[in-house]
């Protein structure tokens, strides 16, 4: 890709190909680029290509470049999460492409073959437990996707996400007034959709309201899910984090929503952290860099 190549392609509605154009700038661009360059990283949303733009913009303004953080040069070390990322998008993907029709065949051939028993029938509801499977699949590789920064209300976001969860009689919230703050939105309810079904359902026994908090300071952003549940033993904490780990067993666990949460706050650069409360019952921090 040639300089007037990668400038156009800046303004490509692919992600991928935006990344691959502000790789080239850094091999052809000049000085008179800089106010371009400056425009596109201003109305960038993806983390990589930001990255990358702003690296060109200290080498048109200064000579000299940043460090490294794009994925083909990271260390072994730091690299791998950003590998695993993209292997986790792909591994599912796929499973969702190849799985997802079968399962739907077997749904129609069924109902066809039980006539008006199927409603009712053991086969759909173990079709059912299946579709819930892959929507946990999908959300597991969605929380791997690429993030789109922006700026937002987080009181916004956490009040919707408990709406659309039909929870908002299961809950306290901490808080009303704005929150502004950057990250992806959706990365972000992802998390704390997982966070607070989890906390909810470890309540449900004791029928106490889920403590829902919030806020930032200059360094990061957070949402506090305190549930009153059984709680986790402390040498479980780290295996509750864990793919396919689950302590419920009910239909519908499968083991994939802390794993989702912890996924989609990665790919933000956040982490979340479960710490087993005083008395009883669990706190569910996600925490992500401003």
């Given amino acids: 890709m040639n300089r007037v190549e990668a400038i156009e392609a800046l303004r490509d509605d692919s992600a991928t190909t935006r990344l691959r154009a502000a790789r080239s700038l850094l091999e052809c661009?000049?000085?008179e680029d800089l106010d371009l360059v400056a425009t596109s990283r201003a109305r960038e949303t993806d983390s990589w290509t930001q990255r990358v733009l702003d690296r060109v913009i200290s080498m048109l303004s200064t000579g000299a470049l940043l460090p490294d953080v794009t994925t083909e040069s990271m260390t072994a070390q730091e690299g791998v999460p950003a590998v695993q990322a993209q292997a986790l998008q792909i591994a599912t993907k796929r499973v969702l492409h190849e799985v997802r029709p079968v399962v739907q065949a077997i749904g129609r051939a069924a109902k066809s073959d039980v006539g008006d028993g199927y409603e009712t029938s053991a086969i759909r509801v173990e079709l059912v437990r299946m579709g819930e499977l892959l929507e946990a699949l999908q959300d597991l590789g969605e929380a791997a996707q690429s993030p789109r920064v922006t700026q937002f209300d987080l009181s916004e976001v956490v009040a919707s996400q408990v709406s659309s969860e039909g929870l908002a009689k299961e809950v306290i919230l901490g808080r009303s007034d704005p929150v502004l703050v950057e990250g992806d939105p959706t990365l972000i309810s992802l998390a704390f959709a997982n966070l607070i079904r989890n906390a909810v359902e470890a309540s449900a026994a004791v029928r106490d309201l889920v403590v829902i908090n919030w806020g930032r300071n200059?360094?990061?952003?957070?949402?506090?899910?305190?549930?009153?549940?059984?709680?986790?033993?402390?040498?479980?904490?780290?295996?509750?984090?864990?793919?396919?780990?689950?302590?419920?067993?009910?239909?519908?666990?499968f083991g994939l929503g802390l794993p989702?949460?912890?996924?989609?706050?990665?790919?933000?650069?956040?982490?979340?952290?479960?710490?087993?409360?005083?008395?009883?019952g669990t706190s569910a921090e996600a925490r992500w860099p401003q």
């Avoid at 059984?230 to 793919?243: V, Y």
């Avoid at 650069?269 to 479960?274: E, N, P, R, V």
């Fill in 29 to 31: 661009a000049v000085a």
């Fill in 260 to 280: 989702t949460a912890v996924q989609a706050m990665k790919s933000l650069g956040g982490t979340i952290m479960l710490r087993p409360r005083k008395d009883a």
């Fill in 218 to 253: 200059d360094a990061e952003a957070w949402i506090a899910v305190l549930d009153d549940g059984e709680g986790l033993p402390p040498d479980g904490l780290a295996a509750a984090l864990e793919i396919g780990t689950t302590s419920r067993s009910e239909a519908g666990h």
